[in-house]
T-cell receptor
Framework: DVKVTQSSRYLVKRTGEKVFLECVQD?????MFWYRQDPGLGLRLIYF???????EKGDIPEGYSVSREKKERFSLILESASTNQTSMYLC?????????????FGEGSRLTVL | AQKITQTQPGMFVQEKEAVTLDCTYD???????LFWYKQPSSGEMIFLIY??????QNATEGRYSLNFQKARKSANLVISASQLGDSAMYFC??????????FGTGTSLTVIP
């Protein structure tokens, strides 16, 4: 079974802190994604990556950056956390760039910024 | 622009009854795919069913079926014989060329005993 693991289920940070959310997948998937989930807004794409060291902006990249130094790991970085970044963050991966492969999700990281 | 629309924020269904969750989508692509995911209160996203734009038959997976009406751009999820464990958030999603996924805002389903 595909496993997507997010490093922290729950985090509490203070405004201005730097936050790292780590995501690791174990099935050699090419594509990795970071979503933010908020009530009434569904899932919104922050960044995605098709390959190592490649990244593409999603719909809401402002205030975030990402890093993909290894194929299995995709990190989301909040350089200076703000209260409006309090949310559930979901990492996902999929196999093929051009195919219709389903997304496999991690369990989510619920971030609270005080 | 909103590409996936789920107009039902919340739905209730009696146990053992069938329920339809609505989803409409907007795309000018000829090739695309439609997914439904379930998110229980624990938070994980669970893949339920997939329909490709060129699939002529509606997808089915156990108690889940996807009512695909291409001309109307709708991809409704039908859950037959609802169970208490079906209570969850349900998200409709579309994949477009370039492997970009778009999600709807979700429908919260509550199954009543």
């Amino acid at each position: 079974d595909v496993k997507v693991t997010q490093s922290s289920r729950y985090l509490v940070k203070r405004t201005g802190e730097k936050v790292f959310l780590e995501c690791v997948q174990d099935m050699d998937h090419e594509n990795m994604f970071w979503y933010r989930q908020d009530p009434g807004l569904g899932l919104r794409l922050i960044y995605f990556s098709y390959d190592v060291k490649m990244k593409e902006k999603g719909d809401i990249p402002e205030g975030y950056s990402v890093s993909r130094e290894k194929k299995e790991r995709f990190s989301l970085i909040l350089e200076s956390a703000s209260t409006n970044q309090t949310s559930m963050y979901l990492c996902a991966s999929s196999l093929h760039r051009g195919g219709a492969g389903e997304l496999f999700f991690g369990e989510g990281s619920r971030l609270t910024v005080l | 622009a909103q590409k996936i629309t789920q107009t039902q924020p919340g739905m209730f269904v009696q146990e053992k009854e069938a329920v339809t969750l609505d989803c409409t989508y907007d795309t000018s692509d000829q090739s695309y795919g439609l997914f439904w995911y379930k998110q229980p209160s624990s938070g994980e996203m669970i893949f339920l069913i997939y329909q490709g734009s060129y699939d002529e038959q509606n997808a089915t997976e156990g108690r889940y079926s996807l009512n695909f009406q291409k001309a109307r751009k709708s991809a409704n999820l039908v859950i037959s014989a609802s169970q208490l464990g079906d209570s969850a958030m349900y998200f409709c999603a579309m994949i477009r060329p370039g492997n970009q996924f778009y999600f709807g805002t979700g429908t919260s389903l509550t199954v009543i005993p």
